[in-house]
């Protein structure tokens, strides 16, 4: 029975799925436009359905002049032919009830639609998530096609601003447990603490990007888009100078028991100076996973320090150096912004929350009781004299 079916991609001649076949009497043989099979599916299931309604168009063979309004479904396979992030996509589009969008008009698309959209496919979820995996893709579907509206997003979906950040004896021990545990893991959670990048920037930067002439890590991409180029602070450029090199692990040798663990081939660049590795090497060798989360555990838990659920992970070491640079660097939200940290000002807003404001420090003029019969202010004066 002729029907319609997915291709996979060709090596050398397409990265994308195609589709192939006959269905309804209207053949088929076009590309989806996509790497990712699940998203293609999805889009071969669009097609079938135009094809039922008899709206499908190729733009060489059309089964009727398409007169009907374009719906949520249209707009997002235009969105992702378009190469939209695909991410939190099918979800949406693959939505059934009285309240999913794929088979909505696009000009019946409002704030309570999707509203109701987004509680029914997400009943549980915080309004941070609902945010991340609803409303934000699917107003990028609408903008895309043009839809120009202002939608508001779920009550708290930016998220608790309250910070969890180290005191520097906190940070400190933590710092010193990790070179304890690897010399290589304590360099990177140094380079972390003192930066404040991402860690994902950090793991995936190149022995070429590191200027330490100029106290400089250049990173060519970020999160934010655009590149970025990261200040060392001396006791991070001074660590990099005095980073041994890599050792080599030990092999199995006849009548010897190695520790689990112990055995494997040689590390990359054993022993060769640590900035005298090939300017492509990646400056560590970690990868982002939950083998570099359980190291950072063991630091923690031998510098004695523990934290609640989900603040005890390395972005804690982001928050410290947002505190910091406003402790002791004497940054405002501005001045944080400027260091190309943070994106903009809404983002760098909740380290002024882990200092005490100028004004508020003034209560420490106001008047106090007297002590044995002294005010405090004449003690302090006798005490120091």
Request: glycine share 8%; with cysteine.
């Amino acid at each position: 029975m002729p029907r319609l079916k997915l291709v996979p991609p060709r090596p050398g001649k397409s990265p994308n799925w195609q589709v192939r076949g006959t269905y309804l009497g209207i053949h088929v043989e076009r590309t989806t436009g996509t790497p990712e099979k699940r998203i293609a599916a999805t889009i071969l299931k669009g097609w079938k359905e135009e094809i039922e309604r008899g709206e499908y168009s190729d733009g060489k063979t059309r089964a009727q002049v398409v007169t009907s309004e374009p719906t949520f479904a249209h707009a997002a396979l235009a969105y992702l032919k378009a190469d939209g992030d695909p991410k939190f996509i099918s979800p949406i589009i693959e939505q059934t009830g009285p309240h999913a969008l794929r088979d909505r008009k696009l000009t019946d698309i409002d704030q309570l639609a999707i509203d109701n959209a987004a509680a029914a496919l997400y009943p549980a979820a915080s309004a941070a998530t609902r945010n991340r995996q609803f409303y934000t893709p699917v107003s990028a579907v609408l903008k895309r096609a043009g839809v120009e509206m202002q939608i508001k997003r779920p009550k708290g979906w930016r998220g608790n601003k309250a910070t969890t950040w180290l005191e520097p004896e906190q940070a400190f021990e933590a710092l010193k447990a990790a070179y304890e545990i690897d010399a290589e893991f304590g360099l990177l959670c140094l380079v972390y603490c003192y930066t404040g990048r991402r860690l994902s920037e950090i793991i995936d930067a190149k022995l070429r990007h590191l200027k330490l002439d100029n106290a400089l890590l250049y990173l060519p991409d970020t999160k934010n888009g655009e590149p970025s180029p990261v200040h060392l602070p001396p006791i991070v450029v001074q660590a990099f100078r005095d980073q041994p090199p890599r050792i080599r692990r030990p092999r199995k040798a006849a009548g010897v028991r190695l520790a689990n663990g112990a055995a494997g081939r040689s590390r990359a660049d054993a022993g060769v100076p640590f900035l005298d590795r090939s300017p492509d090497a990646k400056i560590f060798r970690f990868s982002v996973g939950g083998h570099l989360r359980k190291l950072l555990k063991q630091a923690f838990a031998k510098a004695g320090l523990s934290f609640p659920p989900r603040q005890g992970g390395f972005h804690l070491f982001c928050h410290t150096y947002g505190s910091w640079m406003t402790r002791y660097g004497g940054l405002d939200t501005y001045g944080l912004v400027r260091t190309k940290r943070w994106k903009n000002a809404e983002s760098a807003d909740r380290y002024n929350h882990t200092v005490a404001s100028a004004e508020a420090m003034r209560a420490d003029l106001l008047p106090v009781p007297p002590t044995r019969g002294k005010t405090v202010e004449t003690a302090k004066r006798r005490k120091k004299a």
